[in-house]
């Protein structure tokens, strides 16, 4: 499982980018199954949560992510559509995340809803790395599958070399052009005041140890100097989809991002009038590296800790509205728990 054992939680990643520019490829990679190839127009229309567990990220990033060294469960994504009329999926996925990656196709580069993720990582001041994704199609590349960058960096031509980081100093300036100083990830000593651009490609999964391996750091830094979430106290998430489930009626696709929740726990939701007072009847979630957006089996559990994507099955749901806050009400009155759902709508 995914529980905190140490007591960090699992730090929430937003993946963020452009239409195309290889959000959903990148996960798959690191899930290694095909959630593109199941999606109308290959475009994500919702967020999903995908759980990647600590061992199955040192597994990917080998000698890079020494599972000895952290103390995180591992990494929660949410993958984010960009196609841009997706804004509001956009905003809620930046405003939950700790920290996020910007996706950006290297022969692209910058183009609108690159910048427009950059507004919201801003807005939220949420710390971010750049993967520079497709790198395998800079001409003249001599692919190196699923070795970390600087290897395969090395198997290159000078051309392709050249090539490459020609299009990669274009993001570095289009970075500082938005007012961040950014770097290749290897120069890069101090992440917050920088940003660390890792070259990678989910077609041939170049750089995905690096990508890892640099997020684990970020987290780890990030969540100690920044967070002292106290994962057994009462649950608050944030609703991604409201989402008819046969069996089980109206049912939430929820983002824990704070404390637990479990069956029979009364929570309060945002809803389109009055906020709703209900008590759950069954939590369900996907295993780890399944999708929640496609995983159709469930497995039933009496209790969630977070982060973690869950799916909350309970009467009246029906009004309940995507993006407004889930809470737990526990040591505290309803009442309390209302005002607080209402003063964040
Ligand atoms: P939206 O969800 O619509 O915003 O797109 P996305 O950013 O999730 O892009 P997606 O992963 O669906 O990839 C778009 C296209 O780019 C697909 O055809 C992928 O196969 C291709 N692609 C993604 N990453 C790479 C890569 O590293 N190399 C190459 N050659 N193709 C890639
Ligand atoms: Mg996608």
Known sequence: TMDAGGGLRTPIVAVLGHVDHGKTSLLDKVRGSAVTSGEAGAITQHIGATAVPLETISDIAGRLVDPDDFDLPGLLFIDTPGHHSFSTLRSRGGALADIAVLVVDVNDGFQPQTLEAIDILKRTQTPFI???NKVDTTPGWNPQPDTPIQQSLEAQSDRAEQRLNQNLYEII????????SADMYWRVQNFRGNI??????AETGEGVPDLLAVLMGLSQRYMKEDMSIDTTGPGSGTVLEVKEERGFGTTLDVVLYDGTIRTDDTVVVGAKNDPIVTDVRALLQPQPLAEIRTEKRFEKVDEVSAAAGVKIAAPDLDDALAGAPVRVVRNQSVEAVIEEVEAEL
């Open 173 to 180: 300036g289009e970075l500082s052009d938005n007012g961040f």
């Open 130 to 132: 750049v993967a520079a």
């Open 196 to 201: 660390g651009v890792v070259p990678v490609s």
